[in-house]
């Protein structure tokens, strides 16, 4: 999937990859999808879970673990 911008979360445990995922979001332009690497499994619940409470789109995974690449669409500012 192409990305418009990456964050790379690789290493860190939750909470910091949504934590950083929702700093990063303030830079992005409505339309714009994020792409977060990440090696910690609570991703996997934390990225769509973020999604739905904040409005925006989750887009979806590319699963090579240890690595998790997610994909989140900025639908509002």
Known sequence: MKA???LDATGV???LPII???DR????EVGDVLEVLATD???LEDLPAWCRAT???FLGFEME???YRGYA???HL
Do not use: V
């Open 20 to 22: 950083w995922t929702a």
């Open 25 to 28: 979001f303030k830079a992005l």
């Open 55 to 57: 409005g925006h789109e």
């Open 41 to 43: 499994e609570a991703i």
């Open 4 to 6: 418009d911008a990456t």
């Open 73 to 75: 669409r900025r639908k």
């Open 13 to 15: 445990l939750c909470p």
């Open 65 to 67: 673990p240890p690595l």
